[in-house]
Structures are given as structure tokens and as C-alpha cells.
């Protein structure tokens, strides 16, 4: 959750320009953590609810998928654990190409200015490697909005149940010191249909504690997964372009984009698909 961070502070800039010309907007925003929750296989149960309705095991089925957001844009080869991030910032646009275990790395960027400008160019690797870790940074932020149950039983990770009403709860995750997201807490609320309708975020790098990012317009990709094609963090809406294929070649056809990086073939591919067994989730 750390990777969404950085995109929540700066759409937090827009709420605070509501503060001048709009009143104390920002705190309608403010919600405080729940002082009533309960830990124990009741908060497990609704964790992987909350997998099972986003279609978590569709992943087994997803060889490929491709999506953007936010002006990125990633394709994710799954088998191969490979990935293509496309951006752009005030010099150039930017094309990097990355193995998920971040051993080998490809960039080629065109400027917008100077000798270089309108071309693209294959950079050095002291050029290279910035942007690179930049493009990586966007595919793991941008991956978490698309996807964010994937990290409910990551170690570390703690999970309580929340009443919110006779017969609705919804699951508090608290992420211990010294993990990926150290003291960060987040709520999920829950709809009718067992689908997350929102995720209120407490973190000392927010300016506003329980900052609440709305999730709707759920689709159905090809290979099984259901995923919220539409964000909402206060009057900022985010919407996400997403498709997904058995293997690459049904996607995308058969040029490879991987090929720049691709590695010994006696060497087995890094661990890229996240985990979708829901029955064996490790318990911390």
C-alpha cells in the first residue's frame, strides 16, 4: 500500500486548494480508526471473501494483463515474470523493460527536445537504471490500485473484524512495523454483493487520517478476474484501462516486446503470479 501513498498526497494538494476556496472541505474527509474490532478466524473469513469476490484465483488463468492509469501504461507476461512500463515526465516519454526480480533492465526513452528529440534512443546503463527504478515504482504502485487484496495475508499483516451494523462488518488491516508498509491501517468496507466499495487509509505520510478511496464500475476481464475500473479519492476520480489474455500472444499477437530482455532459457523464470491459494493462506 506504501506505492499508493505518493498519488494520495498529491490528489490531497487538490483537497487543500478546496480549503481555500471552498471551506474546511478537508475535513469531511477525516475519519478516525475504529476503536471496536476483533481479531481471529472471523476477520480471515472476511479477508478471503473479499478475495474470493474479485475473482483472486483467476490469476491461475491470467498469463498476461495490461492496463493504465494515471498517464502509465504496463504490460505485465506473467509466465516469464517480465514487464513493460511506458511513461513520461517533463524531459521525454519513457519505455523500460523489467524481469519482476529486477535483475535485468532495458530503457529507451524519447525527448521531447535537443539532438535527441522525436527519436527514441537506447540509453547507457548509468542512464538507464533511474528511470528504470522509476518505472518499477509506477508498475508496483499502479499494480497495488489495480489489485489491492493481494497483500491481505502478506507477513506481517495483521486482520480484525469491524461491526458496522447488525449483520455487516467490514476488515481493519494493520501492517506491523518493519513490513513493506510499516504502521499503515486500513479499512475495508464491504457491499451487498461481498465486493470492497472502499478503502479508508491511516498513515503518518497522509495529511488526512482515514482518507476513504471509493472503488466502482467492476468488470469481468477474459481470463476471470473482477476488477474496479474506477477510483475515487474525494472529488478526484481515477479510471483504469484494463485487459487480460491466457498468454501474450492472445493479447497482443506474436511480436514480442520481451525480447530485448529476455533471459537464458535454462533458467527458469522468476516467481511473477501472485498466490491464489485462499484455502492455504499462511496465518501470522
Not at 509506477?138 to 489491492?148: A, G, H, N
Not at 467490514?170 to 513493506?180: A, D, N, P, Q, T
Amino acid at each position: 500500500m506504501r506505492h499508493i501513498l505518493l498519488l494520495v498526497r498529491l490528489i490531497i494538494i487538490c483537497v487543500v486548494l478546496s480549503i481555500i476556496f471552498g471551506g474546511g472541505y478537508i475535513f469531511l474527509l477525516r475519519s478516525n480508526i475504529p476503536k471496536q474490532y476483533e481479531a481471529g478466524k472471523g476477520a480471515d473469513v472476511i479477508a478471503r471473501g473479499l478475495q474470493k469476490a474479485v475473482k483472486r484465483s483467476a490469476w491461475a488463468n491470467t498469463g498476461v494483463i495490461r492496463w493504465s492509469l494515471l498517464g502509465n501504461q504496463h504490460l505485465w507476461d506473467l509466465r516469464r515474470g517480465l514487464v513493460r512500463t511506458r511513461f513520461s515526465d517533463r524531459q521525454a516519454e519513457h519505455e523500460a523493460l523489467f524481469d519482476v526480480d529486477f535483475k535485468r533492465y532495458v530503457v529507451r526513452s524519447k525527448a521531447n527536445s535537443g539532438p535527441k528529440a522525436n527519436r527514441w534512443v537506447t540509453l547507457s546503463e548509468s542512464e538507464a537504471a533511474p528511470i528504470a527504478q522509476q518505472a518499477k515504482h509506477y508498475w508496483l504502485r499502479d499494480r497495488f490500485i489495480l489489485e489491492p487484496s493481494q497483500s491481505l495475508f502478506d507477513h506481517g499483516v495483521e486482520r480484525y473484524s469491524v461491526k458496522v451494523g447488525k449483520d455487516k462488518k467490514s476488515l481493519l488491516v494493520h501492517y506491523r512495523k518493519g513490513g513493506e508498509h510499516p504502521g499503515d491501517t486500513f479499512l475495508w468496507s464491504i457491499d451487498d454483493n461481498g465486493l470492497p466499495s472502499g478503502i479508508k487509509v491511516w498513515s503518518e505520510q497522509l495529511l488526512v487520517s482515514g482518507l476513504e478511496i471509493k472503488m466502482d464500475k467492476w468488470r469481468i476481464l477474459k481470463t476471470g478476474l473482477k476488477v474496479s475500473t474506477k477510483r475515487m479519492i474525494g472529488p478526484v476520480e481515477i479510471d483504469i484501462k484494463v485487459s487480460s489474455a491466457m498468454s501474450l500472444t492472445h493479447l497482443i499477437g506474436r511480436l514480442d516486446p520481451f525480447k530485448g530482455i529476455e533471459g537464458d532459457p535454462f533458467d527458469p523464470p522468476p516467481t511473477s503470479q501472485p498466490n491464489v491459494n485462499l484455502e492455504q493462506a499462511k496465518q501470522y
